[in-house]
Structure formats: structure tokens, C-alpha cells
């Protein structure tokens, strides 16, 4: 289950705290709280009191996922500057006016999610109007960082981000490092072409390897097999050599899973336990019933499979998208990646 939203409604004065007693009946499937000055009227169990507005930004722009203000844009611009670091990190900002009827995200409109919490505002309260300012979503661009954050994409190089965005809203071409089936999850391909390799600056890179390109990294999953009896020591070896030469990070394993006839295994187990894995087996039935030729595996000859590894990571993985072919370490354990 995730978390609930935490949302600190900073307010100034009566008329902005009389707002905000409002505004919390349209939240109250979020975490929230208030903050006015002393001796002003309300009616809410607790009311965060302060002096000056400086004694509570430092320490709510580190505690809160949203900070909502009932006051002046121009204040709040001047208040919030000191504590900018960047659109990864910084929480969403909104200003709203004293009416609620008019609805501002301000700061972090993707990536902090200010545009979505003040939609769900907006819509919420009659007659409130979102003013969202991002260019992508007033044109209906492609924003690719909202398509990262909606998949659970790692992003990394995201100082390339304007380039890709303003060349799109430019309606110029951008290349796509990645595979058929991640590609055909992008909402808006307007413009966006599919690539093998990049060959322009223009390009994003959607798959788990390392690139100078703007990149937005799935996770992986493994496909694990083992001989009988194999140690967690050699299995975790295995790995962690299969790693490296991918130039690939513990991290950024998702999942691992193996055939049924391997549930026994304690030296898998004990890898999956180490590294709270919640490993899956699939039984012959799912795993022969995959399209597609694999590599020779022993499997076939053994349990009539059409393999272990390579299947196994396809059948766990989200895109269902083979990226790593079987590797065979120390003639015991094999691995295989998908996404």
C-alpha cells in the first residue's frame, strides 16, 4: 500500500486560515497539516502555529511531499528561492486563492506531483480551475519524466531533460533507445522515433545500461538456475560477476525467479532471503508456453523445458522483454535478465 500523501497548508492570516479549515475537508484522504499564527479562530484539532514564515519553510520543505499556500504568489516566490536544489528532489509548491476557486502548482508540476495534486483539487471543489503553466501538458507533449515517474523509471542525466522536452514541443524527432514492448507502453509517440543505438543528441534511453544520453532505467529481473546442491556462496559469485560485466547494480534487480523443481534449493533460497527477494518458480506449463526459441539448456534434456533462466526472467519481468541472453557461470549456475 503507499504512503499518504503529506501536505503542509501554510497560511498568514484569518481569511487564509478560515480557507484552509475548508480546504482540508476536499483532503482528507491525505495527510495534512496546518500552519497560521496564534490567536486566529478555526476549527481544527490541532493548528501548527508559527512567528515568522522563515522559521517554517527550512524544515517543511524537507517533512512535507506538498506544501500548499493560502497567500500571496510573489511572497511565497521570495520565501521558497533560498531552498530551491532541483526538480528530483524539491517538493510540489501550490498556491490557491482565498476563494478556492482558483488553483496555481507552482513548483515540481511533474516530478514533485504539484500539476496532479492540483487537478485533484480542482476537481474536487466546484468551480475551481487549475492554471497549470507547464508547456507539455498545455500542448499535450510527450513529458517524459511524468512517464518515468508513472512506471517506476529510474531517471539519470536529467539536466538533458529541457533539451528533449523543448526539441518535442518544437515538433523536431527524438530517438529512443529501448525495446518494442517498453516502447509501445508511450502514450504519445508523436515525433519519438524507435532506435537500435543513438545516433543524435536527441535521443532518451529507456533500458537498465549506463548511457550519457537522458535515461529512465526499469528494473531488472533474473532468471536463476542452478545445478542440485549449489552453495549460496557460487550462486551470489555468479551474480555478482553477472553484474559487472553488464556494468549492471544490485539495485536495480527487481525481482528473480526459477523453475518449480528448484523451490528446494537452499542455496538460492538463501540468496533470495539476503537480498529480500520475493522469489517466484514457475511450473512447466507456464514456461513451455512462451513463443519463441531460447538458448540449448540442459533443461530440455532433463525436464522436457524449453529452459530455465531465460524463461523464468521473461515470465517474472513486467515488459516481458528477454535483454540478457543465458550466461553459465562455473558450470553450475545460469543466469538470464529481462525488463
Known amino acids: 500500500m503507499s504512503k499518504k500523501l503529506k501536505i503542509a497548508i501554510v497560511t498568514i492570516n484569518q481569511p487564509s486560515l478560515n480557507s484552509a479549515c475548508k480546504l482540508v475537508t476536499y483532503l482528507e484522504d491525505y495527510e495534512v497539516n496546518v500552519y497560521g499564527k496564534k490567536d486566529l479562530k478555526h476549527n481544527l484539532e490541532h493548528l501548527h502555529l508559527y512567528n515568522k514564515l522563515d522559521d517554517i519553510i527550512a524544515p517543511a520543505w524537507k517533512a512535507y511531499d506538498a506544501i500548499i499556500c493560502i497567500l500571496a504568489m510573489g511572497a511565497v516566490v521570495r520565501k521558497i528561492s533560498p531552498f530551491l536544489e532541483n526538480k528530483e528532489t524539491d517538493p510540489a509548491v501550490i498556491v490557491i486563492n482565498l476563494a478556492l476557486d482558483k488553483i496555481v502548482p507552482l513548483l515540481s508540476g511533474h516530478l514533485g506531483g504539484a500539476n496532479e495534486l492540483s ?6 471543489i466546484d468551480d475551481c480551475i487549475n ?32 533539451l528533449i522536452s523543448n526539441a518535442l514541443l518544437n515538433k523536431k524527432n527524438v530517438e529512443v533507445q529501448t525495446y518494442k514492448n517498453i516502447f509501445d507502453t508511450i502514450p504519445n509517440t508523436n515525433n519519438i522515433i524507435l ?46 560477476l553477472f553484474l ?21 534449493e537452499v542455496g538460492l533460497l538463501e540468496f533470495a532471503k539476503k537480498y529480500d527477494f520475493d522469489i517466484k518458480f514457475f511450473d512447466e506449463e507456464k514456461i513451455n508456453s512462451l513463443k519463441g526459441e531460447f538458448s540449448d539448456s540442459k533443461a530440455k534434456k532433463f525436464f522436457g523445458l524449453k529452459g530455465v533462466a531465460e524463461p523464468s526472467s521473461i515470465l517474472i519481468s513486467k515488459y516481458k522483454e528477454l535483454i540478457i541472453k543465458k550466461e553459465v557461470y562455473n558450470t553450475k549456475v545460469t543466469i538470464a535478465g529481462a525488463v
Request: charged share 25%; hydrophobic share 40%.
Open 131 to 162: 492554471f497549470i503553466s507547464t508547456a507539455t501538458d498545455q500542448t499535450n507533449t510527450l513529458a517524459f519524466e511524468m512517464f518515468a515517474k508513472k512506471n517506476n523509471l529510474e531517471i539519470k542525466n536529467l539536466k538533458k531533460l529541457a
Open 244 to 264: 559487472k560485466k553488464y556494468n549492471l547494480d544490485f539495485k536495480q534487480i527487481q525481482n528473480i525467479a526459477s523453475y518449480e523443481a528448484k523451490a528446494d
Open 119 to 124: 487537478d485533484i483539487i480542482a476537481s474536487r
Open 195 to 240: 532506435v537500435d543505438k543513438c545516433i543524435s543528441e536527441l535521443c532518451v534511453n529507456i533500458n537498465p545500461f549506463k548511457s550519457k544520453h537522458l535515461s529512465f532505467e526499469p528494473k531488472i529481473f533474473l532468471g536463476i538456475g542452478c545445478n542440485r546442491n549449489t552453495s549460496y556462496k557460487e550462486i551470489n559469485e555468479a551474480v555478482v
